[in-house]
């Protein structure tokens, strides 16, 4: 069956001279407080297209609804998304949170874009949400389901496109605002027109923050007496029982200090305009960051003569414990960045050029002994170049092709550092290149009827890729290149019911190719060998949609969308059968199981997405929308106790409600926000709630009010966790917290 539907469907394809759909088809969905199908959209067909004419799920985010949302980092904004979950974890000191979507549970199943470059970085696909200043972006297209058919890998579960601003003449602006632990945010810009052709844009943002208490220290029991001297816990004070995320009983034992962050941006662009009709822009984008931990000896909660305390314990239940003064120090890190986009834009002859770079070159964590100066230092430098070329033509008035040519290269280099002497403790290099060719046909048979096809050929190849995981280069292993291809079909039909309504079902296929680091950055530690997997292959996803939209009068939209997801060669971890190894890490000598990343698994998702914005009346408007997903584990080589299990990282239920408040020089949100629970074991084992590396289920309300005192002053207070909810998503998350903010426009 499947065979006869996929020859089909390329058929169609064939016949209709396309190939390349749209990545996704749903329904389109409109700017979150505009009551209209008639805004503009990009990124579902690659062409500019009104969102009544996509059939596919697209949510639209202008610069407008950003500013009501007095939100930080783009990440905030997808949360209030219709069909995304959105991690919310240390607040601004968490720099790359997780956005995931269509029940995939990897950052590296979907595309992010920045004025057409991927902003998923070459080595693990991680995407860096706060590396674009906020007060930069113009629009944000979000769309969902399946793209590979346009946009090649990592295009599972959708695409999301940040598309920047252009210069605007006489454009100054300045805003600080100070909040909840010593946070400091400070943003400025300046754009102008140089001439009739060439104008410009420099925008600057800052963000700083003392942190709070976030990461604990958990020590288990040991029933095995240790050596040394042992005191009994009647003799000490601030042992805390707990339990970990699977109910067994441990104690928590201190933290790692406050999680302080420090971050810079600097977003640049410049326009030139030829003609009217013909445009070049170049956008340059630099981001620097650096996080760590305050470390001192009252983290250790442990005292002893009202002295912090390390050494053994021994507790009335006759088992052990062991304080060791380096369980207290957090593992600090940062990250050096450059992205660079310059794109072509010919509208009288349809053509488009994009040329970009994501540079990354530092991207680095360490660890250190306060107490004999040990540690190591990792630094993982990458860069993604990637360039297209893409021709539209009108072939009747019943049929727009588009046709077009990608080539990515993506690098990798991790180094691995002995902070005690400099020397290298272990390094790996990888690389690729893909070509990727894509074909799209949209198809009006009259008023009511459209189809949208496509099809892509992706060529993926894998080239001088090594890995030492000793100092001694002799040990060396390289490995051989190998090369892959793949053809990512879609198909869309669209049933325009009347000028208010859309019915729409799609089909397609798409994947994601295994990234740098889970081929070629293996890793050695006190707790873990993992040996890199050069033979990974990608991960892939035969996707069915149906999606409805409907739009009541001038003030209510509805939106309804169903899709089924067949998921393979999931990669999971294999921690049995691959036999022991002896190796040393910073002068200590271990031997441990060896682990390894496999395509071990298959998944199937079934989710259902709504939408609802509505405006009360000239001041008031609400939004609501809510996904279910339930993704199910249906086999895994490496673990079979996770078949039949849900899958990790993706919660069943994801709710949010808004209430938005507009009269003269008053604006007001009311935002609440419902995830249920997700589990980080693949036999779902934790079930335990409320403890440290839990993921728990929540209900938090976000408030922010802003005043505009005049035409180019404004201040705002925003509040997020209005009620102080205690919630864990591995790490604790932040309480109530508030921010206030003065902004003028010079």
């Known amino acids: 069956m499947e065979k006869r539907i996929s020859k089909a469907l390329l058929m169609t394809a064939l016949i209709t ?44 985010v202008t610069d407008k609804d950003i500013e009501k949302m007095h939100v930080n980092t783009i990440n905030e904004v997808l949360s209030r998304v219709p069909g995304i979950y959105s991690s919310r974890l240390k607040g601004i000191a968490n720099s790359s949170p997780t956005i995931l979507m269509r029940g995939l549970n990897n950052q590296a199943q979907n595309l992010v874009l920045v004025d057409g470059q991927p902003l998923n970085d070459a080595s693990s696909a991680v995407v860096g949400w706060s590396d674009i200043p906020v007060d930069s972006v113009a629009r944000i297209e979000v769309v969902k389901g399946t793209a590979s058919a346009l946009y090649g890998s990592q295009a599972m579960g959708g695409v999301v496109n940040i598309i920047t601003k252009n210069p605007s003449k006489g454009e100054r602006k300045v805003s600080v605002g100070y909040g909840s632990n010593a946070t400091w945010i400070k943003r400025a810009s300046i754009g102008d027109k140089i001439n009739d052709k060439l104008s410009f844009r420099i925008a600057y943002e800052g963000r700083e923050t003392h942190g709070f208490v976030n990461k604990f220290v958990n020590t288990d029991p040991k029933s095995k007496k240790p050596s040394g001297t042992i005191i009994d816990e009647n ?55 650096e996080y760590g931990y305050d470390y001192t000896a009252f983290n250790n909660y442990i005292r002893y003569n009202n002295q912090p305390y390390k050494g053994n314990i021994e507790l009335e239940n006759g088992q052990y414990l062991t304080i060791d003064d380096s369980k207290y120090t957090g593992t600090p890190g940062g990250k050096t960045q450059n992205i660079y986009a310059l794109n072509y834009n010919d509208k009288d002859n349809d053509i488009k050029i994009s040329l970009g770079l994501l540079d990354t070159k530092h991207n680095w964590s360490g660890w250190i002994s306060p107490v004999n100066g040990k540690g190591t230092k990792s630094d993982t430098p990458n860069k993604r170049w990637n360039f297209n070329i893409q021709k539209s033509v009108d072939l009747t008035n019943k049929d727009e092709m588009v046709f077009g040519l990608q080539y990515t290269k993506d690098s990798m280099h991790k180094t691995e550092h002995n902070l005690v002497n400099g020397e290298l403790n272990k390094q790996s290099k990888g690389n690729t290149r893909s070509y990727g060719l894509y074909i799209q046909n949209d198809h009006k048979f009259d008023n009511k009827w459209s189809i949208l096809s496509g099809i892509r050929y992706d060529n993926w190849k894998v080239y001088d890729s090594w890995m030492q995981l000793d100092k001694d280069k002799s040990k060396t292993i390289y490995y051989p290149a190998r090369s892959d291809s793949s053809f990512s079909p879609k198909i869309a039909l669209q049933y325009k019911i009347d000028d208010e309504s859309n019915l729409f079902t799609s089909w ?35 996707t069915v949609e149906i999606g409805y939209k409907k739009k009541f009068g001038e003030s209510t939209i509805l939106g309804v969308t169903y899709y089924h ?37 298959t998944a199937t998702t079934n989710g259902i997405e709504l939408d609802l914005n509505h405006k009360i009346n000239d001041r008031w408007s609400m939004f609501a929308n809510y996904m279910y997903q339930q993704s199910k584990i249906d086999k895994c080589s490496t673990n079979g106790a996770a078949e039949g299990k849900i899958m990790t990282y993706v919660p069943k239920h994801v709710f949010n409600l808004g209430v938005d408040y507009s009269a003269g020089k008053w604006n007001s949100e009311l935002v609440g926000a ?3 629970k997700m589990y980080a074991q693949d036999n779902n084992s934790d079930t335990a709630k409320g403890v440290y590396t839990a993921y728990d289920p929540y209900f938090v309300v976000d408030f922010n009010l802003t005043y505009s005192m005049d035409k180019n002053s404004s201040i705002s207070f925003a509040v997020n966790n209005l009620f102080d909810k205690e919630y864990y998503s591995y790490n604790l998350c932040e309480g109530r917290n508030y921010m206030l903010t003065v902004g003028y426009n010079f």
């Open 17 to 60: 001279n396309s190939l390349l759909v749209s990545s996704v088809t749903a329904f389109a969905e409109e700017s979150l407080n505009e009551y209209s199908l008639d805004t503009m959209v990009v990124t579902a067909t690659r062409t500019e297209k009104v969102l009544s004419e996509i059939p596919a799920s697209v949510s639209v």
């Open 235 to 289: 003799s000490i004070s601030g042992l805390i029982k707990t339990e970990t995320n699977t109910g067994k009983s441990t104690y928590r034992t201190g933290t790692v200090g406050r999680n302080h962050f420090d971050e810079d941006n600097i977003h640049s662009k410049f326009v030139y305009n030829f003609t009217d009709s013909k445009e070049l822009s170049f956008s340059f984008t630099h981001h620097k960051d």
């Open 508 to 542: 397609g296929k798409a994947f994601a190719a295994p990234t740098l680091q889970k081929m070629f950055s293996g890793s050695a530690s006190s707790a873990s060998y993992t040996e890199a997997n050069p033979n990974l292959n990608p991960q892939t996803v035969k």
């Open 565 to 601: 997801n067949d998921i393979n060669d999931l990669l999971y971890t294999r921690k049995t059968g691959l036999g022991k190894i002896t190796y040393t890490v910073n002068g200590s000598t271990y031997t441990k199981d060896k682990q390894r990343v496999e395509n071990a698994g």
């Open 674 to 676: 419902y995830q249920s």
